[in-house]
């Protein structure tokens, strides 16, 4: 009977580990806070980090090495009342590139806007049909994106199950304000984030994510010249893009994840290449036009 048990153990045991997605780590600051605090915070950053990777967020299995690395870095700006909370979130997710033992950063998007209630040891409940709370609501949407982005890198435009997930939780969440909505100033919010990846007229960036990183980054180590133009041309789609929306966040959060790594990728290789990434890269991003200028140097 024992024995029976710890075969039943070891099956579902070995099931768990290929369900979730997500190798998420969390982390809360809240030093601008009172002391009194602190056991409130600890307690959050460890149901945080529970309701994301325990969950099963696609129908596809996942081996525990190939769980999505991500990062939520959460600040606690203000404590209003011992229950509700204002912070900003950081939202960093990568993936591994084929051949070699580089990760590559894929999302790198602050969320400044966020306004929740939460109590020790308070459970989280995610209803995917309807509007629970502004936790559930906000690390499921960005568990999401993540999701997206990342099969996106994979095949073809093959995120869109996850962004159009991700959409439902803004329409969802929409009357609470507080970047879920299309008004006001703000363009860099939730609600702009993932209209960016489901809008027809943007698809070239969703494509120039696949033929960057699947086309790009992971033949480069058999093949550089080749990975190096497929990068370069997955540039000039975006740029076509860029010049109808100058400011989409779709655009702006893809260079904030890539900055650094397209310098190192364009400062070798073929001088006409090197010109043309720089050109493109100014067209596209002139605010870091001197960053830029090592590529041609």
Not at 16 to 37: D, F, H, K
Not at 239 to 264: G, R
Request: with cysteine; proline share 4%.
């Amino acid at each position: 009977m024992k024995y029976s048990l710890f075969i039943v153990f070891v099956i579902l045991s070995s099931q768990a580990s290929w369900a979730q997605e997500l190798n998420a780590t969390v982390r809360v600051s809240g030093q601008n806070l009172p002391a009194s605090a602190n056991r409130v915070v600890d307690d959050m950053e460890t149901a945080f980090a529970q309701f994301l990777n325990n969950r099963k967020w696609t129908q596809d299995n996942y081996a525990p090495e190939e769980r999505i690395n991500c990062n939520f870095i959460i600040t606690i700006e203000d404590m209003p009342s011992v229950t509700d909370f204002t912070a900003t979130v950081q939202v960093q997710s990568s993936r591994p590139v084929f051949g070699s033992n580089y990760e590559t950063l894929i999302l790198n998007f602050a969320d400044r806007d966020w306004n929740f209630r939460y109590a020790e040891d308070q459970p989280l409940i995610f209803n995917p049909n309807a509007f629970t709370d502004n936790i559930t609501s906000l690390l499921s949407f960005y568990a999401y994106i993540v999701l997206g982005m990342d099969y996106d890198s994979f095949g073809n435009l093959g995120g869109q199950p996850y962004f159009e997930l991700a959409q439902q939780i803004v329409v969802n969440a929409q009357q609470q304000g507080g970047g879920w909505d299309q008004f006001g100033g703000n363009r860099r919010n939730r609600y702009w984030l993932v209209e960016n990846m489901i809008n027809p007229q943007m698809i070239p960036i969703r494509e120039g994510l696949y033929q960057y990183h699947r086309q790009g980054l992971d033949i480069f180590a058999e093949e550089e010249d080749e990975g190096r133009s497929n990068i370069l041309e997955a540039l000039q789609g975006m740029e076509e893009i860029s010049k109808l929306f100058p400011q989409a966040i779709a655009i702006i959060s893809f260079f904030d994840a890539k900055n650094d790594e397209l310098i190192s990728v364009f400062t070798k290789g073929d001088p006409s290449d090197r010109k043309q990434a720089y050109n493109t890269l100014v067209a596209i991003n002139p605010s870091e036009t001197d960053k830029y200028q090592v590529i041609i140097e």
